[in-house]
């Protein structure tokens, strides 16, 4: 599956969750009180994006607080994987990008009373990327060790984006959406690869409580 096929599936979700969300025009929710709600929540999320041209798998996990359904705060960790087959030191002579980084998540998020939200989350934080034996993941054997991973380097990422929520419930939301990495020069042997920048699209799913001290209440709208 290339990029421009992966955004179009995800449009198409999109535009699915928003026919879905049109089953509630029927109620009006209201609260009884003008409360500050909390929420916070575990997330994963995987995307699939490109390195310099080659196929990139990346999975991520965050840990956030959301400030009355408007801003989240928290963690992020993001592991990756970049099919670049290069011809470097290794025996196999087919080395790959393996790395992850880990750092700040901050999202404001826009339209939060409604079902279906816009928000424009950035992650800032640092991790390290090497050179791993492609072999081990083409043959499905995935013992590696520290040894295996050529050479290595520090990397740092700004990684800015924009996501559609869709609240199922007040204990899970989805996610869908693109994002854009922009990394630190890095020093790696073969040095094709001087930069892990580029886009990224893909989906995620949160668990947790989002609204708590609200009290909120649907009334069927008679006809």
């Given amino acids: 599956m290339n990029f421009q096929k ?12 928003q026919s879905f969300a049109q089953d509630d025009e029927d109620y009006v929710e209201f609260n009884d009180r003008k409360n500050v709600v909390h929420g916070v929540y575990v997330g994963i999320n ?13 999975t ?5 607080y959301v ?14 994987y970049s099919e670049q087959n290069l ?3 290794l025996s196999s ?8 980084y880990l750092g700040l ?16 989350p950035v992650m800032i934080g640092g991790g390290a990327i090497g050179y791993v034996d492609g072999d081990i993941f083409e043959n499905d054997d995935f013992d590696y060790d520290n040894e295996d991973i050529e050479t290595s380097d520090i990397v740092f990422v700004v990684e800015p984006g924009v996501n559609i929520l869709f609240n199922v419930s007040r204990y899970l939301q989805l996610e869908a959406g693109v994002r854009y990495r922009i990394s630190s020069e890095i020093d790696l042997a073969p040095n094709s690869v001087s930069r892990i920048s580029g886009f990224s699209a893909g989906i995620g799913l949160k668990v947790g ?12 709208v008679s006809n």
Avoid: C, W
Avoid at 93 to 100: H, M, W
């Fill in 105 to 120: 998540h901050l999202e404001p998020i826009f339209f939060s009373k409604h079902r279906v939200n816009l928000s424009f």
């Fill in 87 to 89: 011809k470097g030191n």
């Fill in 67 to 80: 400030a009355n359904q408007q801003f989240e705060v928290g963690l992020s960790t993001m592991g990756f």
């Fill in 209 to 220: 409580v989002f609204n708590l001290g609200r009290n909120r209440y649907k009334k069927k």
């Fill in 6 to 17: 992966l955004i179009s599936l995800i449009l198409f979700l999109l535009i699915g969750l």
């Fill in 60 to 64: 991520g996990l965050k840990v956030a």
């Fill in 93 to 100: 002579k087919n080395e790959d990008l393996i790395g992850g």
């Fill in 46 to 58: 995987m995307h699939y994006g490109e390195i310099k041209g080659k196929d990139t798998y990346m």
